[in-house]
Structure formats: structure tokens, C-alpha cells
């Protein structure tokens, strides 16, 4: 039966069917039926393979820019053939065939740059394996300049300042190459620093508040803010009760997950931080140029511990962290709560049994 519809071009040689039979039987139908069926089977094929390769591209990272280049294409043509199967016109094939070389084109060029993006992450780590020497050679003769003093203490009742002097030096330079690392990973200049807790004790010897101050900070913000730590440490500016973050991970009552992570302070609700009111009040505040809403120089931000976790194995109870590791940036949204968070970690834990015995020894 032919049907034409209102309406349609000239030439038109539509068909109509009374039931599935006649249109399979039919010599043009029966056909088009007969095509449609494998070229469903084949995008079905397609798409199953593709998936194959991507389990592929996860096992083996060798071939991961060929394997994912090979889904997203077998995933393109497999919903090309049947969009031209379902609706075979000349203008439809056309316009499907130039949608498809193009789409496959860009996948292969944002695969050479995800891949290639990859790859320079992983050489940037590479490049780095020589500051983390750095810095295990630098963590050792600290240890051992600080044994050195617990020797001598039984001796002399306090450090002489060339031995304090070298060793915040060594603090420096070891926080230098953290500083250097992260700034490769990230792309934009970050900052290190130690801060300690100091208690402040009233004259029956009752600790009434805890305070921050800077033990050491990379070369270049030792240079910018070594100032403005003397002052904030000699006014007792820096009281932990008023920053958030340090709070946070001192504080036993309020969760936490071992770090502090910011990806724009300027935008935490309730954030408490001692150095936001001093950059106001103090009369030449290099950051004003910035944002007349937010004085900090930077805006993401990680913190970590640097404490003895709990351990039974060791009879090792909860314990208070000595102080705290902390990494900022002026950039919104440098770190990852991934590598980043992981890396950063690891150099708290480390630092942990200098901080020990840097508290023994000069405290």
C-alpha cells in the first residue's frame, strides 16, 4: 500500500505496511530490515569492544592514549551507524559522516593532551626525586644536630645561638624544597611554614591560653614575614582559639580527617584567622592592593598536624600535635585533596620526630 503524505516532495516512494509480515516481505521494506539487523549487531560489537578496551587502558598504562582514543571513537561510530541506519538520506549521511571524522579528530587531540598533560605529572614527580633526597639528608643532620644538644645539655644549660642558628637554617632550607616541589605540581608559587603551640601560663602556673607562632618558613617568606613574626610572637597575637584551621586539628572534639583543606578562603563561612585582623591593622599592607575584602596574600590553603598518632602496638594514646604544617597559595583552587594532600602528609609525619626533639631541646 502507498501512502503519501500531505505535503511531501515529489518523487516521494513512501510505503505503508498492514502488519510486520507484508513490511519484511515487502521487496523494499524487507530490505531495509535486512540491513538494519547486522548493523545493530555490529554498533552493538562496536560498543562491547570499546568498553573491553577501556578495562584495557585501566590495567595497562603503556597503551592508555590508544585504548581511550579507541573507545571514544568506537563509541562515535557505533552511534553514527545507527543514526544512518535508522535514517538513511543522502543529507543525513552526509551530515553524519563530517559530525564523525571531526568528532574523531578532536578525540585524538584532546587524548594526545590529556595523555601528554599525564605524562608531564608523572615526570614533574620524577624531577622532584632528587629535592625529596635533599630533604631526607636535610631531616637527618637536624636529628642529629638536635641529639647532639640533648648530649651537651647535661653539660650546659642552654644551646649556644650558632647551634640554634644552623638549625633553623636547616628548617628553612628543608622547607625551601617543599616549597620548590609544590610549586612544580601546582603551577604557581606556594609557601611553607612550621607553626608551634606555645602555652601561656598565669602566675600560679595555670595554662590560660595557647599560642601560634612561626617556627620557620621558606627562604623567600622567611624573607617577606620574618617582621612580622617577631612582632606577632613577642604580642602573643596569634591565639589558637581564633583560628579555624589550627583549631580544627587541635581540638580532639571536632572532626577531622588528619588535614585541613581550603580551595578559596575567602569564601569559608565562619573561617577564623589571627592573621586576617593583623594585615588590616597593620599600616603598610602589602595584600590591600589585592582585594579590599580579603588581606591574606593567599587563598588556598592545607594544613596538617604534626603529631605521634595513635598507635596500641606502640601504647601510644591520643596525643596533642607539638604544631602544625601548612601550605598556601594566592591561586583559588591549587590543591587536591588526592596527591597533594597525600604528600604534604607524609612530610608532617616526618617532621614529627624533629619537632620532638627541637621542643625538648630549645623550648
Not at 11 to 19: A, H, R, S, T
Not at 43 to 49: F, I, K, P, R, T
Not at 164 to 186: G, K, P, Q, V
Not at 332 to 360: E, K, M, Q, W
Amino acid at each position: 500500500m502507498n501512502c503519501k503524505p500531505v505535503g511531501a516532495q515529489p518523487g516521494w516512494n513512501g510505503i505503508c505496511c498492514q502488519g510486520i509480515e507484508d513490511c519484511v516481505n515487502h521487496p523494499h521494506t524487507g530490505a531495509l530490515h535486512r540491513r538494519i539487523a547486522p548493523g545493530f549487531v555490529f554498533a552493538a560489537g562496536s560498543m562491547l569492544n570499546t568498553l573491553s578496551l577501556f578495562w584495557t587502558r585501566i590495567r595497562y598504562p603503556l597503551g592508555a592514549m590508544v585504548a581511550w582514543v579507541a573507545t571514544l571513537v568506537g563509541l562515535v561510530s557505533g552511534s553514527a551507524t545507527i543514526i544512518l541506519l535508522v535514517w538513511d538520506t543522502g543529507g543525513m549521511r552526509e551530515l553524519v559522516q563530517a559530525a564523525t571524522l571531526s568528532s574523531i579528530t578532536i578525540i585524538a587531540f584532546i587524548a594526545l593532551a590529556v595523555q601528554n598533560f599525564r605524562r608531564t605529572y608523572a615526570d614533574t614527580f620524577v624531577r622532584n626525586i632528587g629535592e625529596l633526597t635533599r630533604a631526607a639528608e636535610i631531616q637527618r643532620k637536624i636529628n642529629t644536630l638536635l641529639e647532639n644538644l640533648i648530649e651537651q645539655g647535661e653539660e650546659e644549660s642552654k644551646p649556644q645561638k650558632k647551634d640554634t642558628d644552623r638549625i633553623m637554617h636547616l628548617f628553612r632550607e628543608l622547607l625551601t624544597i617543599y616549597a620548590t616541589i609544590y610549586s612544580s605540581i601546582t603551577g604557581t608559587r606556594c609557601r611553607f611554614c612550621i607553626k608551634l603551640i606555645r602555652p601561656s601560663d598565669d602566675q600560679t602556673g595555670a595554662v590560660q591560653e595557647f599560642y601560634l607562632y612561626s617556627l620557620a618558613r621558606d627562604a623567600a617568606s622567611f624573607e617577606e614575614e620574618k617582621q612580622h613574626d617577631r612582632i606577632r610572637d613577642q604580642k602573643s597575637i596569634d591565639a589558637l582559639r581564633n583560628n579555624t584551621d589550627f583549631l580544627k586539628l587541635w581540638d580532639p572534639s571536632q572532626p577531622s580527617e588528619n588535614y585541613f583543606i581550603s580551595d578559596d578562603l575567602s569564601k569559608e563561612h565562619g573561617y577564623k584567622n589571627t592573621s586576617i585582623h593583623y594585615r588590616q591593622n597593620i599600616q603598610s599592607n602589602p595584600n590591600s592592593q589585592n582585594s579590599t575584602k580579603w588581606s591574606l596574600w593567599y587563598r588556598s590553603t592545607i594544613v596538617w598536624p604534626i603529631r605521634q598518632d595513635a598507635d596500641a602496638l606502640l601504647g601510644i594514646e591520643d596525643t596533642m600535635p607539638h604544631g602544625f604544617l601548612a601550605v598556601d597559595s594566592r591561586v583559588p583552587n591549587t590543591f587536591d585533596r588526592g596527591t597533594h594532600v597525600a604528600l604534604g602528609r607524609t612530610f608532617a609525619i616526618s617532621l614529627y620526630p624533629l619537632i620532638d626533639l627541637y621542643t625538648r631541646v630549645l623550648e
